[in-house]
């Protein structure tokens, strides 16, 4: 490959744009975000014996489709803490999580970030 001398290669010094920088960011939370709920829908599926999708899908209330028990929801969230390196307090165990595969996906991934 040719390559004239007013092309220089990109390097790890070269500097790009913010708005490159952001995107990095951005799709390195979606990535992480992915990561979390693939991680917590295993573990789900595992512990409950329930498949996702047409029937129970992301967004479907686990307490309100008899798939959990208060028991069950301490479960997940000393699962959450364990696997994901996040300290959640009483009080927020008790707020209200939303109590889907995507509410604690959510809930896990907004910890995360302030833990760092």
């Keep these: 490959m040719h390559r004239h001398d007013d092309e220089l290669p990109i390097s790890a ?3 790009f744009p913010n708005t490159m920088a ?3 960011a951005t799709e390195a939370t979606d990535l992480a975000r992915e990561s ?8 789900l599926e595992r512990q409950l014996l329930v498949d996702f999708g047409a029937d129970i899908t992301r967004s479907s209330d686990l307490f309100r489709e008899g798939l959990i028990d208060s028991y ?5 969230m000393r699962f959450i803490e364990a696997e994901f390196g996040i300290v959640i307090s ?7 999580v939303e109590v889907s595969l995507m509410g604690l996906s959510d809930f896990a991934q907004k910890k995360r970030a302030q833990a760092r």
């Design 22 to 24: 952001l995107s990095v």
């Design 13 to 15: 010094t070269t500097s």
């Design 90 to 96: 009483d009080e927020e165990m008790l707020l209200g």
């Design 36 to 43: 979390i709920e693939q991680r917590l829908k295993l573990f």
């Design 72 to 76: 069950a929801y301490i479960e997940i």
